[in-house]
């Protein structure tokens, strides 16, 4: 197989620390991930293609971790940004200060997203168990796969539930990351932690303001 020098930099070590090898593609990739983060926060539209480039770059890190899964995860990551983009720019003029109104979801959107998610799940963990090769942890690999999916389509449609998605997703992220010697993938979850609920406090603060919803949102 040929040889790609850019690839082969972005899962070449950057450096050890705690006894835990640290690969250029684990930290730039989620560095971008938690400014995608942060920007989501404030209801940036740049929240989209931080995303994007994020998952572009992660690719490459969970392959090197063998963890086909989570090369999964990215390329949908990299699909569901460029349709929330899509969304987002269709809904931006919504709210009065020029960003994205945010709301709750309704009893009915929220039961579609646990089962579609409860229902993802058990289908690509069932696919991963089947097929060994696509990844050494199947369950946790598909809970990730099938969460952040979720909590990006929630987020696209300007629900705060999407920040209750992304915690479920850190309760096994963390660990799985650390498993997989992503350890700075782990460190990253940690931090997201801490974003999620300072932009669940902004979000639910904001939908008591009156704002309307996300374009198309209830639909």
Request: aromatic residues 14%; contains cysteine.
């Amino acid at each position: 197989m040929p040889s790609w020098p850019a690839l082969d930099w972005l899962n070449a070590e950057a450096f050890t620390a705690f006894g835990q090898h640290i690969i250029w593609s684990d930290m730039i990739g989620n560095c971008i991930g938690l400014i995608a983060l942060a920007l989501g926060w404030r209801r940036s539209i740049l929240t989209w293609p931080a995303q994007l480039l994020s998952g572009v770059i992660l690719v490459a890190a969970y392959a090197s971790a063998n963890l086909s899964g989570g090369v999964g995860k990215q390329l949908l990551v990299i699909g569901v940004a460029l349709w929330g983009w899509r969304m987002w720019q269709r809904g931006r003029q919504q709210a009065q200060d020029g960003t994205i109104a945010v709301r709750f979801a309704t009893w009915p959107e929220r039961w579609l997203l646990l089962g579609g998610t409860a229902l993802g799940t058990i289908a690509v963990g069932g696919l991963f168990t089947a097929v060994p090769e696509l990844s050494w942890n199947p369950w946790p690999d598909a809970y990730i796969f099938v969460g952040t999916l979720a909590a990006m389509v929630a987020q696209a449609r300007g629900l705060v539930e999407f920040w209750f998605a992304w915690l479920l997703v850190d309760l096994v992220g963390v660990p799985l990351a650390f498993s997989s010697g992503l350890a700075f993938s782990g460190f990253v979850y940690v931090v997201y932690l801490g974003l999620v609920l300072w932009g669940l406090r902004d979000w639910w603060l904001r939908t008591r303001a009156g704002t309307p919803a996300l374009e198309g949102a209830a639909a």
